[in-house]
């Protein structure tokens, strides 16, 4: 299981916002602020310790020291880093991250304890269990948003007001939430794919914590190279290069039924200026965009 670093820039109140960007930027799950003067704040964000957390240290630096030769931030601006284990990560996440209501449908919540939930929501109880998603970024969000606005008007049948019948494939699984959520829904079948052990066991665990373990099957795979048979929802919450690899994967092995529907996030604003040509380059015809705080969602079908 993985460690994670606590990342603390302390500066002046003015640049507190462009520093919560800049850590949100950096894959921080989670930012928090707190005042440590009369003059100054202390911004706190919480980054899984991958293999490739120094070289994402080093790029937060170089952006903090461009910002201040530019005059973007103002003086002064100091970073400090703390290792945490699993264990002590949890308690900063839960006051970070209290539980959030996603579309119409869905609650996530962050502990096993008992939520309020008046309006009777589908509850997504999850662990960190190593940074892979919690729901609260906003591309996880437009995934769960796109999903549950399928029902009923993309072929699902309705049962007793869930959807049934539908086979669905969720590529990079990480934490596991968009195919816990899928199960919840009603989908006959999910599959969930990563290429990371560690990610994997974190969406097994999560999926025993909301009682769905033995209605996914996990698959080790890069992208869609162990995915065998069609699916009638392919998910997929990833960064800009490999949504690239998985459109062009997805038309090469020809994983989406006739009418099957991919959902997409995890594209900047930037990213998307390269990813819709592409699409429309292999013939993808895109049903709906959307864009929140930075990032991009999209439903695309296979013409």
Not at 98 to 109: E, N, R, T, Y
Not at 115 to 125: A, G, H, K, T, W
Not at 188 to 214: C, H, P, Q, S, Y
Not at 233 to 247: E, H, Q, R, Y
Request: glycine share 8%; net charge negative.
């Amino acid at each position: 299981m993985l460690n994670w670093l606590e990342i603390t820039v302390t500066t002046v109140p003015t640049n507190a916002e462009q520093v919560h960007g800049l850590l949100d930027t950096l894959g921080c799950v989670g930012t928090a602020q707190s005042f440590w003067s009369e003059n100054s704040v202390r911004v706190t964000g919480y980054l899984p310790a991958t293999e490739d957390v120094t070289e994402k240290l080093v790029w937060l630096q170089e952006q903090i020291d461009y910002a201040l030769a530019h005059n973007w931030l103002l003086e002064p601006v100091t970073v400090t880093t703390c290792v945490l284990d699993s264990e002590d990560w949890e308690a900063p996440l839960r006051e970070i991250l209290p539980p959030l209501l996603v579309g119409s449908k869905f609650l996530i919540a962050l502990t096993n304890d008992e939520v309020d939930n008046p309006e009777s929501r589908i509850v997504l109880r999850l662990r960190s269990l190593g940074g892979f998603g919690t729901g609260h970024h906003p591309t996880t969000r437009m995934c769960l948003e796109f999903l549950e606005e399928t029902i009923g008007v993309e072929g699902w049948t309705l049962k007793n007001g869930q959807a049934t019948g539908k086979r669905v494939l969720d590529v990079g699984t990480g934490s596991g939430i968009l195919a816990i959520a899928a199960v919840k829904l009603g989908a006959v079948e999910v599959v969930a794919t990563d290429i990371d052990d560690a990610a994997l066991e974190a969406a097994r665990e999560n999926a025993k914590r909301n009682g769905v373990e033995g209605k996914i099957k996990f698959v080790k795979s890069d992208l869609l190279r162990q995915v065998k048979g069609k699916f009638d929802i392919v998910l997929s919450n990833l960064l800009t290069p490999l949504i690239k690899d998985l459109a062009w994967q997805l038309k090469s092995r020809e994983v989406l039924s006739c009418s099957g529907l991919w959902i997409a996030s995890g594209i900047s604003v930037e990213g998307w200026s390269e990813v819709k040509p592409l699409l429309a380059k292999l013939g993808y015809y895109l049903v709906e965009e959307r864009e929140l705080a930075g990032w991009v969602a999209f439903k695309a079908r296979q013409l």
